[in-house]
């Protein structure tokens, strides 16, 4: 058994590494002017960018997150995900054409025009906290997978994936973020079913005796199955997941940007449909790789100082030969190169969209460009400081942590997206209400909810007694939009109608359907 790298698996990491940075090289020549480094309009065909999708929502989260989840627990964090088909089915078709059609770059652009500056700042500031908080977790799974692993510094490998990251949205722009994701796609979809297929080999009695060793032991299935709001149960995953949907695929800049990169509507829904229905099958991979792994070490005994999130590590160092550890562990790497390469650009796009074009009009396209190269340098910055402060304090239960902190930083932008979206009547002032509203319900939840200190001597940050916020964490985003939807539009009923622009709402869109 390997506990250490071979010289072939360094070889193989730095091989894909360079290719990586070529891939940023290749296409520098043509970062020219912000619609080409944001959009690369026309350029890309649909599949690519189907796959850029995938890529995209699949870092190191999903690769060590998932496996640890389903090695520790059931399935249950995995029915978000499975949401997302069933909600973005009967959603996309209109989604996607009503951005390609009033808006320019920016996600944000829609919540301005539809209810004024402070919804479009409000959203947008919303977005670059989930994205800071996202990336770091990226970041900090990575570096104390590959640190664990090869026996170097997790900063330094920090420092240097976050380094060729940086470089790569530097010289490449959007156009090269989205080739990238298609060769690391096929790796990431690769490396999991070589995974799957080794796993499932080495389990003495093959596949029905990990279901029965699996289900035996509770880990199958997505319970508990009570309608109980106050833990996590099946109930609370799928009512948080079909906000997730519409908020990944309907107001996060980072998957709308990509139907705006796309020649044409049709090419753009073709694009989002192929990377829902890509994407979910690799996270239900890698969350039965988790399971298999739980039954596996059922059968094996592991080591006890090995924690949940380090168990797939420590099974591709001990069990699979020389060159697959470099290759899966490469893909690893891609995986969390991919997702953040895609959210520095689209944290830059916002960046001068949305702000620095309103402290700095009317300049020149390559002014913005400049402003935008920079944006991508100080994001990377920042997110590297994130993920250094994660190694400092350690984490548990990453991939409950970051669906806690998404629901946190959602803030209610569902809840604006669908009332701008179905409702003519409601208006600026009215959805302005209910998002100050949102805001106090969110800080009080999250103040009598939430534990801090070591160990047993933990207490909550605001404690109300009786009247601490009583449901799941994950409950508190799905409140958020509902508060933002209901006070938003009562609000609104005070103060007269908008004159709307009908491109807007879903209204608009039927009625152009009819015409057509």
């Not at 009967?90 to 808006?103: D, E, L, N, Q, S």
């Not at 609370?236 to 796309?262: E, H, W």
Request: aromatic share 14%; with cysteine; glycine share 10%.
């Amino acid at each position: 058994m390997n506990h250490t790298l071979h010289a072939i698996d360094y070889g193989i990491i730095l091989f894909f590494l360079g290719l990586t940075l070529y891939f940023g090289f290749i296409f520098a020549n043509k970062q020219k002017t912000t619609q080409n480094y944001f959009l690369a309009k026309g350029k890309v065909p649909s599949w690519a960018i189907g796959m850029s999708l995938l890529a995209t929502l699949i870092s190191s989260v999903t690769f060590l997150g998932y496996p640890g989840e389903g090695y520790s627990s059931n399935w249950i964090l995995l029915v978000q995900g499975l949401m997302v088909p069933i909600v973005l089915l009967g959603t996309i078709w209109f989604i996607v054409p009503i951005f390609r059609k009033v808006i320019g770059l920016s996600t944000y652009e829609y919540f301005e025009k539809r209810f004024g500056r402070f919804a479009r700042y409000y959203s947008s500031s919303s977005f670059i906290l989930r994205q800071f908080s996202g990336m770091g977790t990226v970041l900090f799974l990575m570096a104390i997978a590959l640190g664990n692993l090869t026996g170097q510094s997790p900063l330094l490998i920090m420092l240097v994936i976050g380094g060729i990251i940086i470089l790569v949205n530097l010289k490449g722009g959007i156009e090269a973020v989205i080739w990238l994701d298609v060769f690391q796609g096929f790796m990431l979809l690769a490396s999991g079913i070589t995974c799957l297929v080794v796993l499932l080999y080495s389990i003495k009695g093959g596949f029905s005796e990990a279901w029965q060793i699996a289900s035996s032991k509770g880990h199958t299935g997505f319970g508990p199955y009570e309608l109980d709001l106050s833990k996590l149960t099946f109930i609370v995953m799928v009512i948080n997941g079909s906000f997730y949907a519409i908020q990944k695929y309907g107001t996060d800049q980072t998957v709308v940007q990509r139907y705006l990169t796309a020649k044409t509507d049709r090419q753009a829904i073709r694009a989002s449909l192929m990377g829902i229905f890509l994407t979910v099958p690799v996270w239900m991979m890698f969350m039965f790789i988790g399971t298999l792994l739980f039954v596996f070490y059922q059968q094996n005994p592991l080591p006890e100082k090995v924690q949940a999130d380090a168990v797939f590590p420590y099974f591709m160092m001990t069990q699979l030969p020389t060159g697959v550890v470099g290759f899966i562990l490469s893909a690893l790497i891609s995986a969390a190169i991919c997702s953040l390469s895609a959210d520095l650009n689209s944290l830059a796009a916002v960046g001068v969209e949305d702000y620095y074009k309103v402290l700095r009009p009317n300049q020149s396209d390559e002014s913005y460009l400049k402003a935008s190269k920079w944006i991508v340098v100080v994001s990377g910055i920042i997110t590297l400081l994130i993920g250094a402060l994660y190694l400092s304090t350690g984490s548990e239960g990453v991939l409950g942590i970051v669906f806690t902190l998404y629901a946190i930083f959602s803030g209610g932008i569902v809840g604006i997206f669908l009332l701008g979206l179905l409702s003519s009547r409601a208006n600026t002032q009215g959805v302005n209400i209910g998002i100050f509203v949102c805001i106090l319900f969110t800080a009080y939840a999250f103040l009598t909810s939430t534990q801090i200190g070591l160990g047993d001597q933990k207490s909550l940050l605001l404690d109300l007694g009786a009247y601490n916020f009583p449901h799941h964490k994950l409950m508190l985003g799905v409140y958020s939009h509902l508060i933002v939807i209901v006070v938003g539009y009562v609000a609104s009923l005070f103060f007269p109608a908008p004159n709307c622009d009908r491109n807007l709402l879903l209204k608009g869109w039927f009625e152009d359907r009819k015409k057509k």
